[in-house]
T-cell receptor
Framework: DADVTQTPRNRITKTGKRIMLECSQTKGHDRMYWYRQDPGLGLRLIYYSFDVKDINKGEISDGYSVSRQAQAKFSLSLESAIPNQTALYFC???????????????FGPGTRLTVL | AQSVTQLDSQVPVFEEAPVELRCNYSSSVSVYLFWYVQYPNQGLQLLLKYLSGSTLVESINGFEAEFNKSQTSFHLRKPSVHISDTAEYFCAVSDRVTGFQKLVFGTGTRLLVSP
């Protein structure tokens, strides 16, 4: 089974609809992240969470909100979707202490979201 | 704040030829550097990383990258590519204070290997 899972994998929705993307991990990591990927723009950080009680905005948080329901679950919500939120969304996790703090981020398979 | 520049959006190359994917970064503080690979319809996977020590780092599948502080570069190279190396490659940087907590990615380079 995959360590980082995302649901749904694909979603088509309409402008103005509320949508939630979910991420779950079995790696036991305390840090979780949401990115969006757009062609020619690379990955940009939306929100990140260092533990259940810690939520931080990334560089492009406007129009998004998140919820860290548990250490293993981190959800991204679009309260009122708009077409320019059409993108590929990735969840990632990282963890460790001391030197292992600088271990890699592990990415989920992505959710392709289309807003019509 | 950090930034990463990958000047080549796409690099076409023939199988068994050498390749170099360029990455330059900008930062006012010391950094960690990473290369991630994204195969078609998949998430990103770490290819290699520079944290400290030897400036030349290698991956298990034949890629290498060299940290050049004076040129603020971290170019990725492979002496002989395979069809299976076709993917998008992202360079990323984080500062030594937050470490891996916050990665800043480049815009990616699509490597296209043809027979």
């Amino acid at each position: 089974d995959a360590d980082v899972t995302q649901t749904p994998r694909n979603r088509i929705t309409k402008t103005g609809k509320r949508i939630m993307l979910e991420c779950s991990q079995t790696k036991g990591h305390d840090r979780m992240y949401w990115y969006r990927q757009d062609p020619g723009l690379g990955l940009r950080l939306i929100y990140y969470s260092f533990d259940v009680k810690d939520i931080n905005k990334g560089e492009i948080s406007d129009g998004y909100s998140v919820s860290r329901q548990a250490q293993a679950k981190f959800s991204l919500s679009l309260e009122s979707a708009i077409p320019n939120q059409t993108a590929l969304y990735f969840c990632a996790t990282s963890g460790g202490t001391g030197r292992t703090l600088y271990n890699e981020q592990f990415f989920g398979p992505g959710t392709r979201l289309t807003v019509l | 704040a950090q930034s990463v520049t990958q000047l080549d959006s796409q690099v076409p190359v023939f199988e068994e030829a050498p390749v170099e994917l360029r990455c330059n970064y900008s930062s006012s503080v010391s950094v960690y550097l990473f290369w991630y690979v994204q195969y078609p319809n998949q998430g990103l996977q770490l290819l290699l990383k520079y944290l400290s020590g030897s400036t030349l780092v290698e991956s298990i599948n034949g890629f290498e990258a060299e940290f050049n502080k004076s040129q603020t570069s971290f170019h990725l190279r492979k002496p002989s590519v395979h069809i299976s190396d076709t993917a998008e490659y992202f360079c990323a940087v984080s500062d030594r204070v937050t470490g891996f907590q916050k990665l800043v990615f480049g815009t990616g380079t699509r490597l296209l290997v043809s027979p």
